[in-house]
């Protein structure tokens, strides 16, 4: 019965994405990843497409909490209206800080997000990945900004390295950061 009802409530993401056969693969991540130097506001500058994701200027703030978690604020506009979801983010192991968990809703587990690559004042990649059985895996990746566009060899570069780490982004594509006018 657990099954069913995990298998339930994950299949409607399944769906959105591409699956990939077999596990997720396992990327390297940020050395000596600083935490407190990656807290602040962030612009999502490419994506792996996400169903979550539907609007444009997507961006998300992150700030410590006083019991060491992290208050995750993603927003976007979507049909002319700011749309903002709150979440929390936990480090979930101590030993490899770059591997942080994120989830906007008290009920569902922990989300990876893992900061493969950061300089934490222009660019970060990021990347998430769900297995299903270990038989296939939906995933997630993003190219983050500290500002709403990035060169395009830094782009390029982002993309080489989650080629490098076998995951796939011939499908990501451009988010748009224009028309960002309304406060977010």
Same mark, same amino acid.
């Given at each position: 019965?657990?099954?069913?009802?995990?298998?339930?409530?994950?299949?409607?993401?399944?769906? &959105?994405?591409?699956?990939?056969? +077999?596990?997720?693969?396992?990327? &390297?991540?940020?050395?000596?990843?600083? $935490?407190?130097?990656?807290?602040?506001?962030? *612009?999502?500058?490419?994506?792996?497409? &996400?169903?979550?994701?539907? +609007?444009?200027?997507?961006?998300?703030? *992150?700030?410590?909490?006083?019991?060491?978690?992290?208050?995750?604020?993603? !927003?976007?506009?979507?049909?002319?209206?700011?749309?903002?979801? /709150? +979440?929390?983010?936990?480090? /979930?192991d101590m030993k490899n800080p770059?591997?942080?968990?994120?989830?906007?809703?008290?009920?569902?587990?922990?989300?990876?997000?893992?900061?493969?690559?950061?300089?934490?004042?222009?660019?970060? $990649?990021?990347?998430?990945?769900?297995?299903?059985?270990?038989? *296939?895996?939906?995933?997630?990746?993003?190219?983050?900004?500290?500002?709403? !566009? $990035?060169p395009e060899s830094t782009i390029?570069?982002?993309?080489?390295?989650? &080629?490098?780490?076998?995951?796939?982004?011939?499908?990501?594509?451009? !988010?748009?950061?224009? +028309?960002?006018?309304?406060?977010?």
């Amino acid at each position: 019965m657990k099954f069913f009802l995990v298998f339930a409530l994950i299949l409607p993401a399944i769906w &959105a994405q591409i699956p990939h056969w +077999g596990p997720c693969p396992e990327p &390297a991540v940020q050395p000596a990843f600083s $935490l407190k130097q990656f807290m602040g506001r962030w *612009f999502e500058i490419a994506k792996l497409p &996400a169903q979550f994701e539907k +609007g444009h200027c997507i961006e998300t703030n *992150f700030t410590m909490r006083t019991d060491n978690s992290i208050r995750v604020v993603s !927003s976007e506009i979507l049909k002319g209206e700011v749309r903002k979801i /709150e +979440g929390t983010g936990v480090i /979930e192991d101590m030993k490899n800080p770059a591997k942080l968990g994120i989830s906007y809703s008290y009920v569902l587990p922990y989300s990876p997000y893992w900061i493969m690559s950061t300089d934490y004042v222009n660019s970060a $990649l990021v990347y998430s990945c769900t297995d299903v059985l270990r038989l *296939f895996h939906v995933d997630f990746a993003w190219i983050l900004g500290r500002t709403r !566009s $990035l060169p395009e060899s830094t782009i390029e570069r982002a993309r080489e390295i989650f &080629a490098t780490n076998n995951i796939d982004v011939t499908r990501m594509i451009a !988010s748009r950061q224009q +028309g960002c006018d309304k406060t977010l």
